[in-house]
């Protein structure tokens, strides 16, 4: 038995010897197309293949994170195991004592904001951009001339489940540059005027058709002269005046596809000085000085103002019920323009692009898709009006139950239509909009003549357009 044991080890032996011989003989003998030590193709292109437990990173960066793109994130995430959503915020609200302070006022610092747009635009010229990209504080119509920015519109067919008659095309239509689109809002606002219906009886003033500023001039010079001492339209500051006449008429003055500019143009001039005479005759209220404690009210109730007509931005439908909260018998007037137009404009409180040379392109678009799916869409975290159809009738029905709200039928009707309303997209250019701001002000304070300012307006504009 012992001698059998051995023999057996031993021809084991044998073999493990010849094995290696033969191995030894094949590596000193390699074929001419294969260099020596080297992987075989298919052994290489195993290699190279990413872990298949390692996530796919889409990259997102804007100014700052908000509430509804970190639920975004954390949803598309869990439905989609594979990816991952890095947002990359340039500016974070501080904490103190282990509390969020915001800034007065809500906004942020500008000098954040220039520092977010001269990153973006350092990363967008050297390739090496985020996939996803912040793009309403960048002139990003320039950056999808140089071809640094996605077509939108080469994702958006049935083939890729997308279904144009799921969202307001219309409002997508108006962000249209030349031949394609090259920025998404999830979320978009509108200004409207609401107006007291105990002043304004008698105007002869219908709600449902388009004014312009003559008219608004005209119908407010007969109200001063009714002999009441109440105040016509809410104060407003004249920038935000001014950039609400610029943004509703935008196209009379700017043509960014073709980078030309007409405010040196009478009509430029002639608005100015009617912006300017809205002050001077208190056709617009002066600024009134807090008196006291400031009077709080409950959902439905009324402040009861005299003011005719107040400016307000509908950023929700719920923000129409503050008409109810103004006055105790409101009315909704479409915002005047300088010649009646069809529709109204619109802004977006973030468009977000993708990186033309971003490799991530077919995953960036789902999650540009996501943000505006019925799912999203119908989050109370949304920041303004939703372009998906369905998310806006059930915000719409949802306000209509809602009894403390006090819509009146007119008004529900009046929200089903702003959306399908919405035909021109009046955001500006951010350094357009700064240079209308500051080259405007020593005109409302009587330091400069509207001609002077006009001038000066269109050569900065055009050298900005021509850069």
């Given at each position: 038995m012992k001698h059998k044991m051995i023999g057996k080890k031993g021809f084991i032996l044998s073999l493990i010897t010849l094995m290696l011989v033969l191995s030894a003989c094949s590596s000193s003998n390699p074929s001419a197309s294969s260099p020596v030590n080297s992987l075989s193709n298919e052994e290489k292109s195993a290699t190279d293949k990413p872990n298949s437990n390692e996530k796919k990173v889409i990259t997102l960066s804007v100014i700052k994170s908000t509430r509804f793109l970190e639920l975004a994130k954390e949803k598309f995430e869990a439905a989609n195991p594979t990816i991952k959503i890095e947002i990359k915020p340039s500016y974070t609200v501080p904490e103190v004592s282990g509390r969020i302070t915001v800034a007065r006022g809500g906004g942020i610092n500008p000098v954040e904001v220039e520092k977010f747009v001269t990153t973006v635009n350092a990363e967008l010229m050297n390739g090496n951009a985020s996939d996803i990209i912040a793009v309403d504080e960048l002139a990003y119509n320039k950056y999808a001339e140089k071809g640094l920015l996605t077509n939108l519109i080469d994702f958006m067919d049935k083939t890729n489940g997308f279904n144009q008659d799921d969202y307001f095309m219309n409002v997508l239509d108006a962000l249209k540059n030349k031949d394609g689109l090259y920025a998404l809002p999830y979320g978009v606002m509108t200004s409207v005027w609401f107006g007291n219906q105990e002043r304004l009886a008698g105007l002869n003033l219908d709600p449902a058709k388009a004014w312009t500023w003559d008219e608004f001039e005209k119908k407010m010079k007969t109200l001063a002269n009714d002999g009441s001492k109440d105040p016509l339209v809410r104060y407003l500051n004249p920038d935000k005046l001014l950039l609400e006449m610029v943004s509703k008429d935008m196209d009379k003055f700017l043509d960014v596809n073709e980078k030309k500019a007409k405010f040196q143009d009478q009509a430029f001039i002639d608005m100015l000085k009617q912006a300017k005479s809205f002050y001077d005759l208190k056709i617009i209220s002066p600024l009134e000085q807090p008196k006291g404690p400031g009077k709080a009210i409950k959902m439905g109730e009324s402040l009861g103002l005299k003011d005719a007509l107040s400016l307000s931005e509908i950023t929700t439908y719920?923000?129409?019920?503050?008409?109810?909260?103004?006055?105790?018998?409101?009315?909704?007037?479409?915002?005047?323009?300088s010649e009646p137009k069809d529709g109204n404009s619109f802004e977006s409180n973030m468009l977000l692009s993708i990186n033309n040379k971003s490799e991530n392109k077919k995953e960036a678009w789902s999650f540009l898709q996501f943000l505006i799916s019925e799912e999203m869409q119908s989050s109370p975290e949304l920041e303004g009006l939703p372009v998906n159809k369905k998310a806006s009738q059930a915000q719409i029905d949802?306000?209509?139950a809602n009894k403390d709200m006090k819509l009146s039928p007119e008004f529900i009707e009046a929200a089903k239509e702003l959306l399908p309303q919405l035909k021109r997209y009046s955001g500006l250019d951010p350094k357009i909009k700064k240079i209308l701001i500051d080259e405007t002000e020593p005109f409302f304070s009587g330091q400069k003549s509207a001609e002077t300012v006009a001038n000066s307006i269109q050569n900065k504009v055009s050298l900005y357009l021509e850069e």
């Amino acid at each position: 038995m012992k001698h059998k044991m051995i023999g057996k080890k031993g021809f084991i032996l044998s073999l493990i010897t010849l094995m290696l011989v033969l191995s030894a003989c094949s590596s000193s003998n390699p074929s001419a197309s294969s260099p020596v030590n080297s992987l075989s193709n298919e052994e290489k292109s195993a290699t190279d293949k990413p872990n298949s437990n390692e996530k796919k990173v889409i990259t997102l960066s804007v100014i700052k994170s908000t509430r509804f793109l970190e639920l975004a994130k954390e949803k598309f995430e869990a439905a989609n195991p594979t990816i991952k959503i890095e947002i990359k915020p340039s500016y974070t609200v501080p904490e103190v004592s282990g509390r969020i302070t915001v800034a007065r006022g809500g906004g942020i610092n500008p000098v954040e904001v220039e520092k977010f747009v001269t990153t973006v635009n350092a990363e967008l010229m050297n390739g090496n951009a985020s996939d996803i990209i912040a793009v309403d504080e960048l002139a990003y119509n320039k950056y999808a001339e140089k071809g640094l920015l996605t077509n939108l519109i080469d994702f958006m067919d049935k083939t890729n489940g997308f279904n144009q008659d799921d969202y307001f095309m219309n409002v997508l239509d108006a962000l249209k540059n030349k031949d394609g689109l090259y920025a998404l809002p999830y979320g978009v606002m509108t200004s409207v005027w609401f107006g007291n219906q105990e002043r304004l009886a008698g105007l002869n003033l219908d709600p449902a058709k388009a004014w312009t500023w003559d008219e608004f001039e005209k119908k407010m010079k007969t109200l001063a002269n009714d002999g009441s001492k109440d105040p016509l339209v809410r104060y407003l500051n004249p920038d935000k005046l001014l950039l609400e006449m610029v943004s509703k008429d935008m196209d009379k003055f700017l043509d960014v596809n073709e980078k030309k500019a007409k405010f040196q143009d009478q009509a430029f001039i002639d608005m100015l000085k009617q912006a300017k005479s809205f002050y001077d005759l208190k056709i617009i209220s002066p600024l009134e000085q807090p008196k006291g404690p400031g009077k709080a009210i409950k959902m439905g109730e009324s402040l009861g103002l005299k003011d005719a007509l107040s400016l307000s931005e509908i950023t929700t439908y719920s923000s129409l019920s503050f008409a109810s909260m103004f006055y105790d018998k409101p009315l909704l007037y479409q915002a005047p323009t300088s010649e009646p137009k069809d529709g109204n404009s619109f802004e977006s409180n973030m468009l977000l692009s993708i990186n033309n040379k971003s490799e991530n392109k077919k995953e960036a678009w789902s999650f540009l898709q996501f943000l505006i799916s019925e799912e999203m869409q119908s989050s109370p975290e949304l920041e303004g009006l939703p372009v998906n159809k369905k998310a806006s009738q059930a915000q719409i029905d949802a306000s209509a139950a809602n009894k403390d709200m006090k819509l009146s039928p007119e008004f529900i009707e009046a929200a089903k239509e702003l959306l399908p309303q919405l035909k021109r997209y009046s955001g500006l250019d951010p350094k357009i909009k700064k240079i209308l701001i500051d080259e405007t002000e020593p005109f409302f304070s009587g330091q400069k003549s509207a001609e002077t300012v006009a001038n000066s307006i269109q050569n900065k504009v055009s050298l900005y357009l021509e850069e």
